[in-house]
């Protein structure tokens, strides 16, 4: 199956991300209001930044785009260029705690 290293390394990141995030359920966390007014926890921010150092380590020429932060600098160049016929690598991260 093409790209099945991808496939198994994401499922892999989901569930360990999820644990990170589940741990934080039964203990309860605050939520912070963010400048655009929604919603974010520490259970958001730590498993989010779980997930983009996973990816940074198996995939390290991508760039990464999180919910929370830009987990890697050159990402912000590279958004502002048009994606042409030439394949552009980019993880998208968003969060896994909720909606």
């Given at each position: 199956?093409?790209?099945?290293r991808e496939w198994d390394?994401?499922?892999?990141?989901a569930r360990r991300a999820g644990e990170v995030a589940l741990s934080f359920y039964h203990r309860g966390t605050e939520t912070e209001?963010?400048?655009?007014f929604s919603p974010v926890t520490?259970?958001?921010r730590e498993s989010e930044q779980?997930?983009?150092?996973?990816?940074?380590?198996s995939f390290p020429e991508?760039?990464?785009l999180g919910e929370e932060h830009v987990a890697h600098?050159?990402?912000g160049d590279l958004l502002q260029q048009p994606v042409g016929p030439e394949l552009l690598a980019r993880e998208v991260v968003?969060?896994?705690s909720g909606p």
């Open positions: 199956m093409p790209y099945q390394l994401a499922r892999n990141i209001e963010k400048p655009d520490v259970a958001d779980l997930i983009c150092r996973l990816l940074t380590e991508d760039g990464i600098p050159a990402l968003g969060r896994v």
